[in-house]
């Protein structure tokens, strides 16, 4: 044991050396330097802290802002969902063209954070200064319109961070570990507002009074995007392309190419399948305020929940290597489904029930950093059957069609809502009565969602080993040409 302890400093030390020399350049065999890791994981804070903005402006009931202080019905906001997804699908196409041929200096991701990242900011705020005593109709017509733009800027914003990651380096091993690492560090960011807006709440009214948003917003804007330049500034990516590749792909070309990968489908029928899986993550904010009735406590809880992910996230390169990307998605989803049938039974009990929402929570933090890894592996895997790199169409494709499904599902939840007696008034949350089946729901479709998201992965196939094959002829391709 004293050995041991005597070995700390010399290992600190080594830790320190190998910072320290490859802080500009990478390791033997890699490709992502310390300073540029350090660059993506900490911008990303300010990305994360943006984004995470963004779902305090959800047009679901869910949201605070949107249904308790607006007062927008259940079914108003999920139409004008489905109005979102019909312009998310028309603006697909030009954002997959505008991506896959993108030839800038700065890469093909690296533009949009710089471009898109303060117009996102202001229509954040801006969708807290709608002036709510105007007609009803008029007013979610406005709300409708400023979401629209907003959508179309955090969109390109988030793909643009997010496809980063997996074009930094072609090695899927340290691909894998980027995602895990930086996923930790620059989920700091929602983090940090989800504890804070709801404990600053107390000082501005709570979180279903317009001055909260009105004063914090923006003040987390700012913070945000001062940090996301350090990610622009300090990142580069690379691709494993011949040095004369341009990149030039016809929309029909492109979404002909997609449509004929497997895995393609697999992944994104598995997102389709998996869009109820997260109905009890909203459950949170109500149970605090209108069974625990405590805004503060909303802050401390989303604080004690957000850590809920992070073993899985950092355990996530590990469990891979020694399961496999598929298994470990296929078990963490059972295991999900598991614990959220034991809140079906614990919803008196605040300890249990919020003990159960942790395990569920803590059961989805890896499925982000495996399911980014798979799809970068797409990516490659459709290069090594086509010779084209397709980040956009891959991304864009997928995203129309989860918003497709999205559209239909999106209205079973409302539906039950206002069946139980969710209308406009937001304040009979109070009565258990209205409450519970209402829960109860959100927790049953969450449970059907864990077990049927899985059978498209059970067909998965493209295993670690066939990954580093095609990196390794992609690289002999790119030498030859």
Excluded at 17 to 29: A, D, M, Q
Excluded at 47 to 54: A, D, E, M, P
Excluded at 219 to 247: C, D, H, M, Q, R
Aim: hydrophobic residues 45%.
């Amino acid at each position: 044991m004293q050995k041991k302890l005597k070995d700390i400093p010399d290992l600190i030390m080594g830790v320190q050396k190998e910072i320290k020399t490859h802080w500009k350049t990478p390791p033997e065999g890699k490709y992502i330097s310390y300073s540029e890791f350090s660059a993506y994981s900490v911008g990303g804070i300010g990305v994360n802290t943006i984004n995470s903005l963004f779902g305090y402006v959800a047009l679901n009931a869910n949201c605070l802002l949107m249904g308790s202080a607006y007062g927008i019905k259940p079914t108003h906001l999920a139409w004008l969902n489905i109005i979102m997804g019909i312009i998310n699908l028309l603006k697909t196409p030009f954002i997959s063209m505008l991506i896959d041929n993108t030839n800038s200096k700065w890469g093909k991701f690296r533009p949009y954070l710089l471009y898109t990242g303060i117009p996102t900011a202001v229509l954040l705020c801006g969708m807290a200064f709608m002036p709510n005593e105007i007609n009803y109709w008029a007013k979610v017509a406005m709300i409708g319109v400023t979401y629209s733009v907003l959508m179309i800027f955090q969109a390109l914003y988030a793909l643009a961070f997010t496809s980063l990651a997996q074009v930094l380096t072609p090695n899927g091993e340290e691909r894998t570990s980027l995602l895990s690492v930086s996923m930790f560090i620059y989920s700091l960011g929602p983090s940090i507002v989800n504890m804070l807006l709801p404990i600053l709440a107390g000082l501005t009214g709570g979180m279903t009074d317009f001055k909260t948003y009105r004063i914090y917003f923006p003040i987390f804007s700012i913070v945000g995007i001062i940090l996301s330049f350090i990610t622009f500034k300090g990142t580069k990516e690379k691709i494993v392309v011949p040095k004369n590749y341009v990149a030039k792909v016809k929309f029909s070309e492109g979404i002909k190419q997609v449509s004929k990968n497997k895995y393609f489908w697999l992944i994104n029928i598995h997102s389709v399948l998996s869009g109820l899986k997260y109905g009890i993550g909203s459950i949170l904010g109500w149970y605090c305020i209108y069974q625990l009735k405590s805004d503060a406590m909303l802050g401390i809880m989303n604080t004690v929940i957000g850590t809920a992910s992070v073993p899985l996230m950092l355990l996530a390169p590990l469990l891979a290597k020694k399961l496999g990307k598929r298994n470990v998605l296929i078990w963490t989803n059972l295991l999900r489904a598991v614990f959220s049938v034991i809140m079906l039974f614990t919803m008196n009990s605040s300890f249990m029930f919020i003990a159960c929402l942790y395990l569920a929570t803590l059961m989805l933090g890896g499925d982000s950093v495996i399911t980014s890894s798979m799809t970068a592996e797409i990516f490659d895997y459709q290069q090594w059957k086509t010779g084209t790199r397709l980040e956009g169409f891959i991304t864009q494709f997928g995203g129309m069609i989860t918003t497709f499904a999205g559209m239909f599902t999106g209205l079973i939840i409302p539906y039950f809502y206002e069946h139980y007696g969710l209308q406009e008034d937001y304040n009979v949350l109070y009565d258990s009565a209205v409450r519970t089946p209402i829960f109860n729901i959100l927790i049953i479709t969450t449970i059907i969602s864990c077990i049927i998201c899985i059978i498209p992965i059970i067909f998965y196939d493209l295993k670690e080993k066939d990954h580093q094959k095609i990196i390794e002829e992609l690289k002999e391709r790119a030498n030859e040409e």
